[in-house]
């Protein structure tokens, strides 16, 4: 009897794989649990935006943002737990990628909606769950869900290139947003803010593909203005484009800088 008794100790507090598992795991990471939670609906809510089936398209673009601003504040409490009043907190704060997108949330959510706005909010969304999802999906067991698993192998595979895409995104976003001031659709203001928002970008230490975008469609028209076909006046418009924006780059400080 005492065997048998120790044996049942052991065996049955920790479930190794199925709901049980699963459901303690949840219950041991609720941030983390939280954090899946809004990224999906993030994702939900720009597909009902695209194609409305439940609600309203409007409303389900103003949520999307809603679930991003509730996801960077859940990753930015993550990150620094403890609040301090001091302008070297704020300073650290603004580091933080999960600011950034804090703030990008709340530069739109009071402008009218467009629909290139979502692009990078979904596919952090869609990058960022899927590696928590198959680990979801492993407590369950390793035969479970199979279609999923391979949903997810393809965005792990495709990684680099969604980042790439939500940088390209953020950058022909400002453009985007320049030509929206002719329709009433963004204002100085949001132009303003949002130029702040690529800076922090730009200077990201975590993140470096928006930089290293910039960088590649710096050679791609510096290339074109090179070309002998190129018109006189379209290179010199290009070279004084180019010194515009590098000079409104920001430093980029390094870690061994800090």
């Known amino acids: 009897m005492s065997e048998s008794e120790n044996v049942n100790q052991t065996e049955t507090p920790q479930p190794s794989n199925g709901l049980g598992a699963l459901t303690a795991h949840i219950g041991r990471n609720k941030i983390d649990f939280a954090l899946w939670c809004t990224r999906f609906a993030t994702i939900v809510f720009t597909f009902n935006y695209l194609i409305p089936i439940f609600g309203s398209g409007y409303n389900m673009y103003y949520k999307a943002l809603l ?98 895409t939500i940088a390209f995104s953020e950058i022909f976003l400002f453009p985007l947003l320049m030509l929206s001031l002719f329709s009433g659709r963004a204002t100085l203001m949001t132009l303003f803010v949002y130029y702040r928002f690529l800076t922090l970008r730009y200077s990201s230490r975590r993140n470096p593909y928006t930089r290293n975008t910039f960088g590649e469609l710096r050679v791609l028209v510096e290339n074109y203005a090179q070309n002998p076909s190129c018109p006189a006046v379209i290179r010199n418009l290009v070279s004084k484009m180019v010194a ?15």
């Open 67 to 164: 679930a991003n601003a509730a996801t960077s504040a859940l990753r930015l409490h993550q990150r620094l737990p403890q609040v301090q009043l001091s302008r070297e907190f704020l300073g650290k704060v603004f580091i933080e990628d999960s600011a950034h997108y804090l703030l990008y949330s709340m530069i739109f959510f009071y402008a009218p909606p467009v629909t290139w706005v979502l692009l990078p909010v979904f596919f952090f969304a869609l990058l960022h769950i899927s590696s928590y999802s198959l680990g979801l999906i492993e407590l369950l067991g390793p035969n479970a869900l199979a279609v999923v698993r391979m949903a997810i192998g393809i965005v792990e595979v495709q990684s680099v290139n969604l980042l790439r």
């Open 244 to 258: 515009l924006v590098s000079r409104l780059a920001p430093p980029v400080i390094t870690a061994e800088q800090q």
